[in-house]
């Protein structure tokens, strides 16, 4: 059973920074993809961020150019760092770790960020 735990959430200014990492109990590299995701109170869960075992990454339209997903094969670690930071992106932050081949998905635990305006 892998183990995914996040941290680095925490209350921030708007315009202020945080990174969030996420340790694995495994080697990330065996999975098809990791990612972010985020929800916020009665919204639906939605993606931030993903990270392909090919090197390819993505991002929700709405934290392009102020979010960066990165991950540390070696320390098994997925990393977000969220520059920029508004209001609006105050949420329970998930980290994601996609197996593929009709596995389920782990899922971590979240960890709340909060902007203040």
């Known amino acids: 059973q892998v183990q995914l735990v996040e941290s680095g959430g925490g209350l921030v200014q708007a315009g202020g920074s945080l990174r969030l990492s996420c340790a694995a109990s495994a080697y990330i590299f065996i999975f098809r993809a990791m990612a972010w995701y985020r929800q916020a109170p009665g919204k639906q869960r939605e993606l931030v961020a993903r990270f392909t075992s090919g090197g390819d990454i993505t991002y929700a339209d709405s934290v392009k150019g102020r979010f960066t997903i990165s991950r540390d094969n070696a320390e098994n670690t997925l990393y977000l760092q969220m520059n920029s930071l508004k209001p609006e992106d105050t949420a329970v932050f998930y980290c994601?770790?996609?197996?593929?081949?009709?596995?389920?998905?782990?899922w971590g635990q979240g960890t709340q960020v909060t902007v203040a305006s």
């Open positions: 994601n770790a996609e197996m593929g081949a009709g596995w389920p998905d782990y």
